[in-house]
């Protein structure tokens, strides 16, 4: 009998035991829910993609931190690779489909030491082919250094043509729009055209009081010239980087050479902010490197709901 009571009261605390971790785990699933509803309900509803664009020598590595840092905060979520082989033929890994919610596209150039131009050129047949085979009518752009020239060429190209997509928003990274800092790196050319690119050092350039670089460099005068093509319902953040440490740089593309920027678009779009990254992790490829400012305000930027003009400012890193 004593046994008989015994094992009951062993189910009965079995039981117990079990109803509270089940209620636990429901408790800890409807907490991790409602957070993420709530991380959710702050960021646009919106099938427009946003196309990421790495830099000289670079890879999707360097997509990949800013991209995971929009998936966590629930804000969007990587849905297709674009490879551009080194031939220009493209070949595509996933889908966008218009009922993707903020779907990011990554896209991977196999001759990452090709330059600005040739990077935009491939831009061009990339988003044609998101035009024409996905429907895609609306594109966000992410560029990091060439990335980020890229870009912004690409759009100085191509304006607002009817069989490609129309832009909507920007977010550039330490783009070298009139020049880079010649560090004599072992990934710098050393011949041909674009050896000349890396001709800039610190402290060596300025932007007046007119917005106007004082050396304009060949490649500035390239984009200068197609100015009034940019499409002009574009929203632009440029990010750059400053290590504080008197160089006024990132230690690779100067700020008077990523703010040079400003004076090209100046009256050619409907929105145009700048943002600096400051102190130690401001460094050229820290910036894309699981940078926590670059993240928030990258993210906040492309999908916030209640992003405001204001928003950007400077941060200590």
């Known amino acids: ?49 946003t196309i990421f664009v790495h830099g000289w020598g670079a890879t999707l590595r360097s997509e990949k931190d800013m991209i995971s840092a929009a998936e966590v905060s629930g804000a969007a979520s990587r849905r297709m690779i674009v490879r551009v082989r080194a031939n220009g033929k493209l070949s595509v890994t996933g889908t966008v489909k218009s009922w993707m919610v903020n779907p990011i596209i990554m896209v991977r150039m196999d001759n990452n030491r090709a330059g600005e131009v040739q990077y935009a050129r491939w831009l061009t047949k990339v988003c044609k082919l998101l035009k024409q085979k996905y429907h895609v009518n609306q594109l966000n752009f992410v ?25 909507n928003k920007l977010c550039v990274i330490a783009g070298p729009y009139d020049g880079i800092m010649d560090n004599h790196k072992s990934n710098q050319p050393t011949s041909g055209p674009l050896m000349q690119l890396w001709d800039d050092a610190p ?45 006024n740089s990132d230690g690779v593309v100067t700020n008077a050479s990523a703010l040079s920027l400003g004076y090209i678009l100046r009256d050619h779009v409907s929105f145009y902010q700048t943002f600096q990254a400051f102190g130690p992790k401001a460094q050229h490829s820290a910036l894309h490197n699981n940078n926590i400012a670059v993240n928030k305000i990258l993210t906040e930027f492309l999908w916030n709901k209640n992003y405001q003009d204001s928003s950007a400012s400077e941060l200590m890193q």
Do not use: C
Request: charged share 20%.
């Open 203 to 247: 402290n060596k350039n300025r932007i007046l009081p007119t917005g106007k670089p004082k050396i304009i460099h060949p490649e500035y005068k390239l984009l200068y010239r197609l100015r009034k093509n940019f499409p002009r319902q574009a929203r632009v953040l440029n990010i750059y980087g400053n290590l504080g440490d008197g160089s």
């Open 143 to 167: 560029g990091h250094s060439m990335g980020a020239y890229t870009v912004i060429y690409y759009n100085l190209l191509n304006g607002n043509r009817s069989d490609l997509p129309r832009t």
């Open 1 to 49: 009998m004593i046994n008989y009571r015994r094992s009951r009261n062993l189910r009965i605390l079995y039981f117990v035991i079990g109803g509270l971790i089940i209620l636990g785990f429901g408790f800890n699933i409807w907490q991790d829910q409602r957070a993420s509803d709530q991380l959710k309900a702050n960021y646009i509803d919106s099938s427009t993609p």
